[in-house]
């Protein structure tokens, strides 16, 4: 006899989501950015992925979703700025990852993780450490503020004439100061998503090899 094939079903692989770890978020400016997400697995097969995700705290929605494509282990999907509007924690728990809305894996482990909305630049750093006096012509010269929470960065300026060797970025820099070196301020500003903060500063003065001191 002929069989004439009139259909077929479809058949639902759901994703592998046995090793799946949320493995960061950055902290958005609220209403102004959104979060990328970032998703570590060893499990889950390369391709293109539905997310559903809850967020609670600050800025709680439900079962919203969010496309994501996944290749060599990791993945990243966004929360649009629209959603985090609020600044202050925000939990992420996302849970269904799915190949399409009909065929999806439900999480119940390693799928949280909280970051924070910000609503303003970074306060001003605290002392900055180091010398009050350095040589001309010297090397080595050592300045750090403690870190802070909530920053990406750090940005640096060292007086007339000195170069800032390397830190710039972090929360400790090491300079020198040249033949031509100026007495003057160091200065640090934190930089967060939403800008740059207010820059503290400390005085600094030169002094020849036998002491006498340049202000």
Known sequence: KNFKLTGASSICNSPNTSNFSIAGINN???????????????????????????????????????????????????????????????QLQITRVGNSP??????????????TVLTGPPPTPGLISGQDSVCLNSSGNTYQIAAMTNVTGYTWS?????????????????????????????????????GTGSANMKYVILKTKIGRAHV
Request: with cysteine.
């Open 28 to 90: 958005p400016c609220a209403g102004v950015d959104s979060a990328l997400v970032n998703i570590s697995s060893s499990s889950l097969s390369s391709g293109n992925y539905i997310i559903t995700y809850n967020l609670a705290g600050s800025n709680s929605y439900s079962n919203l979703t969010a496309n994501m494509s996944f290749a060599s282990g990791t993945g990243s999907f966004k929360i649009p700025s629209s959603k985090l509007t609020i600044g202050g924690l925000t």
């Open 158 to 194: 060292v007086p007339a004439g000195w170069t800032l060797n390397s830190g710039n970025g972090t929360n400790s820099i090491s300079s020198s100061a040249g033949s031509a070196a100026q007495p003057g301020n160091i200065t640090v500003a934190a930089i967060n998503a939403c």
């Open 102 to 115: 009909s065929c999806f894996t439900t999480l119940s482990a390693n799928n949280t993780f909280q970051f």
